[in-house]
């Protein structure tokens, strides 16, 4: 019998493709030794929580949420908010382009009290005129990037409209539209910054270790109470460790904890952002109660009532201001087709002057306090994350083999047939 011609290419090929799945097995064995023994299919169990462990305030937040792949910060999200507004009622929406699933969080939270719905398979979705409007539009490698940029836009849109008339039917109130690299905060004052001779709301703020919530702070605010929702202004939080010398910045329940590891919480690691003159484009809070059914085009500004066309809030003298992370690189990359990739990572870094910020620091103590010890918040927020990680790797691994898998396969059968 003959023998096909390229029959060494193909043995090589073949080869290659076995060596490339060794080099798998390989790295991501070292990856689980890294992360400490986290198994890759074995989700974090959760310790039982305090059955009464919502903080006490006059009211309680609701969210919409729009994931795709954040299951590594999905956890220190949920704590923070759960603690400092406190949030109970959360809508998620899961991208359907995701790899990952946020279930095994949500539902560790919903134990500890939130309600929790979350929509799936874009099951909100409303179509719009554009192609890339459209439910049906496929993605393809050929998809342009405005295109794609325009679809997630699309996506929040019709998302918050329906998340909004949901919270809306069930009489809910303020509820916060931000993405999960984003954290409502308390506008604390800059030390270079005078403080206000003005009897507002913002020059009452406490220091963070007062108990005060973003909820007590809303029930007695000098905001104009006409407005059916509030923007504030925005500010981003670049990759740079910032050292803690002496660990009075950080959470003193977990500081003796064996486990404990700040540099797991962006909240704790990266303290450099721009100074309050630099803001973002703000982001929102929206009373549901009050949503009128009316369009939302643009996640910067839900209703232009609020704002006008101006999505740049004067920041002097609001109480709440938005922090947003650019984060770990772990964190920020993403399987599948992601057209941002390491060079915008390192662009989102590269801001210019940046001023320190450890206003950041005294919620998880608190939040140590709510679920009743240090080893269930390093259950809910740190195992989290470490299985996130090693999920991460393992999809990220898997593709990359199956692209030059597939590649080979296409070489092989070029081969036999030569």
Known sequence: ????????????????????????????????????????????????????????????????????????????????????LPLDRLIVGVDSLSHTDPSPILDAYQKLGMNITTWKNDSFWKNGREPWAKKKFTITNTTSYDDLRRRKRHRQNVFYEACLQKLHDENRTWTMMIDADEYLAFNYYDDSEQKSTENNTRSQLLDQSSPVTMADVVSQWDIDPKLPCVTFARYL?????????????????????????????HTLRYRQRNPLKSPQAGKSILDASRYDRSPIDNPHRVKRLCTGYNVFPDNKIMPFRVHHYVGSWEAFRSPGFDPRGRSYFDKRNNVGDTVRDNTMSAWLDKFTTLV????????????????????????????????????EKLNMKTAYWA
């Open 237 to 265: 939080f670049v990759s740079t460790d910032t050292q803690d010398d002496d660990g009075k910045d950080l959470p003193q329940q977990l500081l003796g904890h064996p486990d404990f590891n700040a540099a797991l919480f």
């Open 1 to 84: 019998m003959s023998r096909p011609k390229g029959g060494i290419t193909v043995y090589i090929s073949c080869l290659s493709v076995v060596i490339l799945a060794a080099i798998q097995f390989s790295l991501l064995a070292d990856i689980t030794n890294k992360k400490e023994g986290v198994s890759p299919n074995d989700a974090p169990v959760i310790l039982k929580v305090n059955e009464n462990a919502k903080p006490t305030a006059p009211f309680s937040f609701s969210a919409c949420l729009i994931l795709k792949d954040d299951n590594i910060i999905l956890p220190e999200w949920l704590a923070y908010h759960y603690t400092v």
């Open 372 to 407: 009743g010890g240090a080893e269930k918040v390093i259950e809910m927020t740190q195992k989290f994350r470490l299985h996130a990680e090693l999920e991460m790797e393992r999809k990220i691994l898997e593709q990359q083999q199956q692209q030059r898998y597939d590649w």
